[in-house]
């Protein structure tokens, strides 16, 4: 079922023209947007996420913490729009590269990173691969400084990068991030949350909810939320909803019938550890191609005007 909510009529007749010019010194950049200043250098890829295509960095942060990153640009010169992909509560996995590949062919650039250091629980193991990025306990504390901004700051001063059409695509708990990212002044374009945890309830204590900061919202939501989430109630993106059309705020929800947790793509369990119910594997399996392709088609939608889309696929 999907519902979709959009405030008032656009202005006619704005046309706002940008012009961007890159000049890379060296692999450093500094952001000029809303955000943390951001400076990042290239680095080795690790080896259990090296894939074809992609170019590594890492960001420097605040408090000596780092983000590492994967960059995965669409065939062409650019400038392209860039979407940062936000990782949930089991850390950087295989299946965000995958996804962030196919958000890439798309014709974005595409940005896929470490924005936090899972603890365990909840997750069965802390992910290594994210060790220099903020503690979970600095996101419990206050999400709204440690949602990804670092990323989404260093995205915008990449070679051939937008930086004026940036969009956020955030899973499950990255989900949070982003709705916490674009409505307390990331100053965002698009946001697209698969199963995104609105309330938190497997951490202790438990963040804010993001329904307190919907009033900043200033960008159009995507909601994706599968029926039968076990972990993610789906009435927390009902009530998010709700709660954006009482504010008047440009939000579109698809719920997938029997999907659980993330519709998306499907999370690598943890070693030794079993993956999801059969049922719930089969749904999400037949539910996955229409949950991509309805996240790119909203990105292109809010991030795409005037910028030519590659038709030739990428070799990776």
């Excluded at 909601?223 to 109630?233: E, I, K, N, S």
Aim: charged content about 15%.
């Amino acid at each position: 079922m999907t519902s979709t909510f959009v405030p008032g009529a656009r202005l006619a007749g704005l046309v706002s023209c940008v012009s961007l010019i890159v000049s890379v010194v060296s692999s450093t950049g500094v952001a000029a947007q809303t955000g943390p200043a951001a400076n990042w250098t290239t680095v080795a890829a690790p080896a259990e996420l090296n894939v074809p295509g992609a170019q590594w960095i890492k960001v420097n942060g605040r408090d000596g913490h780092n983000f590492l990153a994967a960059v995965l640009r669409p065939q062409g010169a650019g400038p392209f729009p860039v979407v940062v992909v936000l990782h949930g509560a089991s850390g950087l996995q295989p299946g965000h590269l995958a996804l962030a590949d196919e958000v890439a062919r798309a014709g974005f650039l595409v940005v896929v990173g470490c924005w936090q250091f899972v603890a365990s629980p909840p997750a069965p193991v802390p992910n290594p691969i994210c060790s220099e990025a903020p503690p979970q306990a600095a996101w419990q504390a206050d999400p709204a400084a440690n949602s990804g901004k670092e990323l989404i700051s260093a995205a915008r001063t990449l070679p051939g990068a937008r930086p004026e059409r940036v969009g956020l695509y955030g899973i499950s708990r990255g989900g949070n991030a982003a709705l916490f990212a674009a409505s307390t002044g990331a100053s965002v374009q698009a946001v697209v949350g698969d199963a995104p945890a609105h309330l938190p309830l497997r951490v202790k204590p438990a963040p804010p909810s993001t329904q307190e900061v919907i009033a900043g919202l200033a960008a159009p939501v995507l909601l994706l939320h599968g029926t039968a989430d076990p972990v993610v109630p789906v009435e927390q993106s009902r009530e998010y909803e709700r709660a954006a059309r009482a504010l008047r705020k440009s939000v579109t929800a698809v719920y997938f019938e029997g999907v659980g947790h993330v519709a998306t793509f499907a999370p690598t369990p943890p070693a030794g550890q079993p993956g999801e119910p059969e049922p719930l594997a089969h749904a999400r399996r037949g539910a996955q191609a229409e949950a991509r392709q309805k996240a790119i088609a909203f990105l292109r939608e809010h991030l795409q005007e005037s910028v030519a889309v590659p038709t030739q696929p990428v070799s990776r």
